[in-house]
């Protein structure tokens, strides 16, 4: 399976990007997918990803009511609504697959696939 993100760039704060994450090589409709974002200095974290058995969708508490995960399994691929963007979201953002599971995965290592990521840099 190949994840590739894209869309990130440079912004200014305040601002709003879209990324996408494309797949293939694999039954895109059985994997869950999530986002994560690695800035400088800190671990990788979590940003959004959703639980498959019960609905609902996971959010950082410091992108929650800002970023919006969204799925079209038609295109194979994942996108990630990034509004009101702040300086604190520069980072790099990755996308990530692994086999349906009954809860939220926001561990990095629960995740199976990796894109190579994208960067995004938000000016103050």
């Known amino acids: 399976v190949q994840l590739q993100a894209s869309g990130g760039g440079l912004v200014q704060a305040g601002g709003s990007l879209r990324l996408s994450c494309a797949t293939s090589g694999g039954a895109f409709s059985t994997y869950l997918m999530g986002w994560f974002r690695q800035r400088p200095g800190k671990e990788r974290e979590c940003v959004a990803t959703?639980?498959?058995?019960?609905?609902?969708?996971y959010y950082a508490d410091s992108v929650k009511g800002r970023f919006t995960y969204s799925r079209d399994n038609a295109k194979n691929t994942v996108y990630l609504q990034m509004n009101g963007l702040k300086p604190e979201d520069t980072a790099v953002y990755y996308c990530?697959?692994?086999?349906?599971?009954?809860?939220?995965?926001?561990?990095?290592?629960?995740?199976?696939?990796w894109g190579r990521g994208t960067k995004v840099t938000v000016s103050s």
């Open positions: 959703v639980n498959w058995s019960g609905g609902g969708t």
């Open positions: 990530a697959a692994r086999d349906r599971g009954p809860s939220y995965y926001t561990r990095s290592d629960a995740y199976t696939y």
